[in-house]
């Protein structure tokens, strides 16, 4: 019995089936404590979405491609980065529709700020193409664009009047301990995944950019798609868009621009060409759609065959 469990594929199978369960019932206590929080401190779903949630859920790939940055494997960097956002626009927001029947999209700063967020995340596509690689410019400039866009979000949504100064730090001390507790069984959760579904990868000869595209991106976005999916059961519909959207900005806005200004990152069109087509033909979608009251299933059967569509295109070109 010890022989088997000790087996590479059934050890890692069974770590990956462990970190999906602790997933699941944080991203639930996460919902619970951070929108309670929110409401205390007079701030929305959305915004507390949008950072908190986004930046706490987004650790996990944003620790993984900054391995692959700091060790010279630019592919697994910026793979893991375009991967886990084609999941976030793409798969996870179709699978989310289809098992929800429906999503709803609450009147907020997303529908109000639809063109200004789409403007701001097409700047590292743009600038990745016009000049095949992420220079501390064109860092400087995602950096400062992600601080605008914050900005303005906060500013349209109005919260800063609503901010209540006095607090009991009593009526929130359990809301904080619950928030900081699920954010270290996120992030220990999706550091698990993240071993496991790489030793999987490898133990099938996967190779590496085609792991973070895929593999890698799917396991990281578990702890987003989880935090997502409980928001809407939970009738927090905002808190799990802004989770998606702010993870979309952190993560190609703040993480590149970031790294770019520490190291330029060489962009290998030819390697990355399709996702980088794929995803911003996903995000534009879904900034259109965001005018909508609910994104059907219907809407999800798009956005799956979207990602069906970019992964054939991947698979096919590793087959050749």
């Known amino acids: 019995m010890l022989a088997i469990l000790a087996h590479p594929l059934v050890f890692n199978l069974l770590v990956l089936l462990a970190s999906l369960f602790v997933l699941y019932k944080a991203a639930d206590l996460l919902v619970f404590g951070i929108s309670d929080y929110a409401k205390r401190l007079g701030l929305s779903d ?22 692959g940055f700091l060790s010279g494997e630019t592919g697994v960097g910026y793979g893991t980065i375009l991967g886990t956002n084609m999941i976030h626009a793409a798969f996870a927001l179709g699978l989310l529709a289809l098992m929800c029947g429906k999503l709803t999209i609450e009147k907020s700063i997303f529908t109000r700020e639809r063109l200004f967020l789409w403007i701001a995340l097409m700047l590292p596509f743009v600038l990745a193409v016009l000049g095949r690689e992420l220079s501390r410019i064109d860092g400087a400039i995602l950096v400062l664009a992600f601080i605008i866009y914050l900005v303005n979000l906060w500013r349209a949504e109005g919260t800063l009047g609503k901010l209540k100064k006095n607090v009991r730090l009593q009526n929130i001390w359990k809301d904080a301990f619950i928030f900081l507790g699920c954010l270290a069984a996120l992030m220990l959760s999706g550091r698990w995944l993240v071993f496991s579904a790489v030793n999987l990868a490898y133990y099938f000869s996967i190779p590496a950019y085609f792991v973070a595209l895929t593999v890698i991106g799917i396991a990281t976005t578990l702890p987003d798609m989880a935090v997502e999916f409980r928001a809407e059961k939970r009738k927090h519909a905002s808190l799990g868009m802004g989770d998606l959207l702010g993870s979309l900005a952190i993560e190609l806005l703040l993480f590149f621009g970031i790294v ?61």
């Open 260 to 320: 770019a200004l520490i190291s330029p990152i060489e962009i290998d069109l030819y390697e990355a060409g399709n996702a980088l087509f794929f995803l911003a033909a996903s995000i534009t979608l879904l900034i259109f759609w965001l005018k909508k009251k609910t994104l059907s299933w219907k809407h999800g059967l798009v956005f799956l065959g979207l990602y069906a569509v970019f992964l054939a295109v991947e698979i096919w070109r590793i087959a050749g």
């Open 46 to 67: 959305a915004i507390i979405g949008l950072v908190v949630v986004a930046m706490a859920a987004s650790a996990p790939e944003i620790i993984s491609a900054l391995t």
